[in-house]
């Protein structure tokens, strides 16, 4: 699941390099030793992360941490989908019996009491499981009813339980599952209505579709905003001064949270970045949903993309695959970038347009 990293093609580049005139016994001995010092620094990597409110004090934190970025955007004022910690997976107790995907889950969960009142989903703190991204045409979601089973979980003698499916298990198989001592909040999130963008044709994966949320994908290089991609490139957004307008407010939050980052000095960061990108540098992408009246609220944040061209590992480049940079604006993936908006603050909206925009959930 490394292999691919430059940091441990370094280590095994050195392994080569320092074991290439021994015998073989002592060539695997000592290659051992030095793929298990890269492996160290990774875990060592992970365990010296900030979370919770400790990382509002500076420091790294966990690039994929929902938790993370919920702290992050109630401190910086950007609005953000409401969430629930409902249970704390203890990787020790999961990994107890080796790395075994079989093994792992599912995981009894407390759901909250608007779990009663909203449809909603559960996820990891750093990601969340394969149904979730399965479910977001509106032939999905009008099924959803207020109170009804969140989407990731299962029942089992009366208890929910989070679903452990091979998306979680390869995550928790990567680096989070070298550090034994690591604890990962369960999260519950209501299912909030987003404004749609129209999609009158047999769409993605062969789903038939009507619609698809209008979702955002910022990608912040060097400390900017490089960057905003509408996010589902199968449901390219239209070039219109509404979609324009969105997209700048969404700039005007990023910018709030880069504020605070260099503010605080806070670094998102994530042990694949060792090798590949400078200590002090500022890269992550962050996603927003546009609610119904057009304000867009926080949903995650995650890892750069190091290349649009060949996405080897980090962040979808959504509409900007295939391109040379993440420069601009890129509504669909097979339409020229436009320039990006300008950063504005979102218009205050009437009372009638807040009610629409709580209908889904509860407000951010």
């Not at 629930?84 to 009491?113: C, F, S, T, W, Y």
């Not at 910022?218 to 960057?227: D, I, N, P």
């Amino acid at each position: 699941m490394w292999s691919n990293d430059a940091y441990v093609q370094m280590a095994a580049a050195r392994v080569r390099q320092m074991t290439s005139n021994l015998p073989m016994a002592e060539k695997m001995r000592r290659g051992q030793e030095i793929l298990e010092e890269a492996f160290k620094e990774i875990e060592e990597c992970v365990l010296s992360f900030k979370a919770g409110y400790d990382i509002l004090e500076g420091g790294r934190f966990d690039t994929l941490s929902l938790g993370c970025w919920g702290i992050l955007a109630a401190e910086a004022g950007v609005p953000a989908v409401p969430q629930h910690i409902v249970a704390v997976l203890r990787m020790g107790d999961i990994i107890k019996d080796g790395l075994n995907p079989a093994k792992m889950g599912p995981i009894p969960v407390e759901l909250p009491q608007e779990a009663e009142r909203y449809a909603g989903v559960l996820r990891l703190d750093h990601i969340g499981p394969e149904v979730l991204k399965d479910s977001y045409s509106t032939r999905f979601t009008d099924r959803l009813q207020p109170g009804s089973l969140p989407v990731g979980a299962e029942m089992i003698d009366g208890t929910p339980h989070l679903v452990f499916d091979e998306r979680i298990a390869s995550s928790l198989l990567t680096y989070v599952g070298h550090a034994k001592s690591a604890s990962i909040p369960v999260f519950w999130r209501p299912w909030v209505h987003s404004m749609q963008i129209e999609v009158p044709r047999p769409s993605y994966m062969g789903r038939q579709t009507d619609s698809w949320p209008l979702e955002w994908r910022v990608f912040v290089q060097a400390g900017e905003v490089a960057g905003i991609s509408a996010y589902y490139f199968q449901a390219p957004a239209p070039n219109t001064p509404e979609i324009r307008e969105i997209a700048g407010v969404v700039r005007h939050e990023t910018e709030k949270l880069l504020d605070l980052l260099r503010a605080r000095g806070i670094q998102p960061w994530h042990p694949r970045y060792i090798g590949q990108l400078d200590n002090d540098r500022l890269d992550f992408t962050i996603d927003f949903l546009t609610l119904p009246n057009g304000r867009p609220v926080l949903l995650e944040g995650g890892p750069t993309c190091f290349s649009p061209s060949i996405p080897m590992w980090g962040a979808h480049p959504c509409c900007f695959i295939g391109r040379e940079d993440f420069r601009g604006l890129a509504l669909a993936k097979d339409r020229p970038v436009v320039p990006l908006p300008e950063a504005r603050p979102f218009a205050a909206a009437s009372p009638a347009e807040e009610e629409q925009a709580e209908e889904g959930g509860p407000s951010p």
